[in-house]
Every structure is written in C-alpha cells, then in structure tokens.
C-alpha cells in the first residue's frame, strides 16, 4: 500500500475536463480508433459502476457502427476493437479480456471498473481515462497508475461531471484549477498531509516548437501556467 502512494507517477501527465455529463468527451478515442484500427493507443477507460460500463460500452458499439471490428468483414467477437470488464463479469472473463488487450491483438480499448485494475500489469497502456469521480483518492490514484506501467510518458485524463463537483469533489479531490492535480490528489492521503507543492524549474523560455519543462509535464493546471504554453496558445 505504501509503495504505490509513495510513486509520485511523475511520466503521467495529468489533465483535468469537466463539465455536463456528455459523450463528446470520447469523440477523440472514437476518431483514433477509426483511423488507426488496432494500431490505435490502448486506452483504459474508468467507470464507477457496472451499470455506467454497459453504457458506455454500448456508446462505442454505436459510435463506431461497422468499424468497431479490426477488419469489417469478419465481424467475430475475436475482431472487436472494444472490450468490458466489471466485478460480475467473473475471473474467466478476466482472463480472457487480459490475454485480448496484451500484445498485439485487435483489442484496443477496455471499458471497466477498477475491479480490472487489481494486480493487473499491461505495459503498454498510453492512457487512462477516468469517467467520474472516483469512490477515494487512492482508487483515482490506482486508476491512474495503470497508465505508463512501461515507465514511458503516458496521459491520464480525468474527467469530472457537474454533479461529481458539486456532491463530492470536496472531499475526493480538492480540484481547484489553481492547484497542480498530481499535488491535489497526494495531499489527502495520510502518508503525504505534508506534501509540498512540487517546485518547478523556470523554463528559460528557450523552447522552439514543443515547451517540454517539468511544468508543462505535470499537469494541465501546471502547463497553463508557463509562459511557453500561454504564448504558443494564445498565438494560435
Ligand atoms: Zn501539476
Ligand atoms: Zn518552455
Ligand atoms: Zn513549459
């Protein structure tokens, strides 16, 4: 337990959305699946309950119609892009969806609960996208976590409703917008009540294309405060 609350996940970019509940959040995975079939990232999408799985699952089955399989005119559960798990779905099930999405199957994206997430170690999963607030700190920590188990830089997006915000978000997570997330989230655990926020270097303004400083790595409170990503944004 310690261990991983003492993982500050630093190669995970944090980024924060919110808003009314609405699908258009995942339009992007949509897109990439369609485009890029299954060379397309190996997202991990987090839910809260079985229930908000089957929907979900059922918005992608929609949403890509006839190419949510790898190839259309095979269209066998082997060929989906799309797979779920949930905590009923039993340790068959479990097995069978882990052996899909490892490796180079045409298994892209994995709807589920944190019920997927025990012990479960795929290296390559670039994103992780959190759909609702979750139960505590530490499961978003945990959902977070299996992103990037590869060490590589990966993403998790956390994406919070209104009516999160406003019932719970207090005592989950003290999402401000003026606070970096990674130290929002840390803070409330025992272990860290004494975390400071991390310090930034100052980037030197030297950045050509892309900023790449520790606070545009950060997350996306961190990154709207440097100067590079405000002057490259706002130039656009
Ligand atoms: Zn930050
Ligand atoms: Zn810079
Ligand atoms: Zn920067």
Redesign the pocket.
């Known amino acids: 337990m310690l261990q991983f609350l003492f993982y500050l996940r630093s190669k995970i970019f944090l980024k924060l959305m919110s808003g009314k509940r609405d699908f258009e959040f995942l339009n992007a995975t949509v897109n990439e699946l369609k485009i890029r079939k299954n060379k397309a990232q190996k997202p991990i999408i987090f839910c809260t309950t079985a229930m908000e799985v089957e929907n979900l699952y059922f918005w992608f089955f929609v949403a890509l119609g006839k190419e949510r399989y790898e190839d259309e005119t095979n269209p066998t559960k082997s060929n989906l892009l799309i797979n779920q798990y949930t905590g009923s779905s039993g340790s068959e099930s479990k097995k069978a969806v882990l052996s899909r999405i490892r490796g180079e199957t045409s298994c892209r994206l994995l709807i589920c609960t944190i019920a997927f997430g025990m012990g479960v170690d795929i290296r390559d999963v670039r994103k992780v996208i959190i759909w609702g607030l979750p139960a505590s700190p530490v499961t978003m920590w945990q959902e977070i976590g299996r992103a990037g188990r590869d060490k590589d830089n990966a993403e998790a997006i956390i994406i919070l409703f209104r009516s999160n915000l406003f019932a719970r978000l207090k005592e989950v997570v003290c999402v401000t917008r003026a606070e970096c997330l990674r130290y929002s989230i840390l803070k409330q655990f025992y272990e860290f009540k004494d975390i400071k926020p991390r310090e930034h270097q100052i980037?030197?303004?030297?950045?050509t294309q892309r900023?790449?400083?520790t606070?545009?790595e950060c997350c996306s409170v961190c990154r709207n405060s440097?100067?590079?990503?405000v002057k490259e944004n706002v130039a656009k």
Request: charged share 20%; proline share 0%.
């Open positions: 980037c030197k303004n030297m950045c900023c790449i400083c606070r545009c440097c100067e590079c990503w």
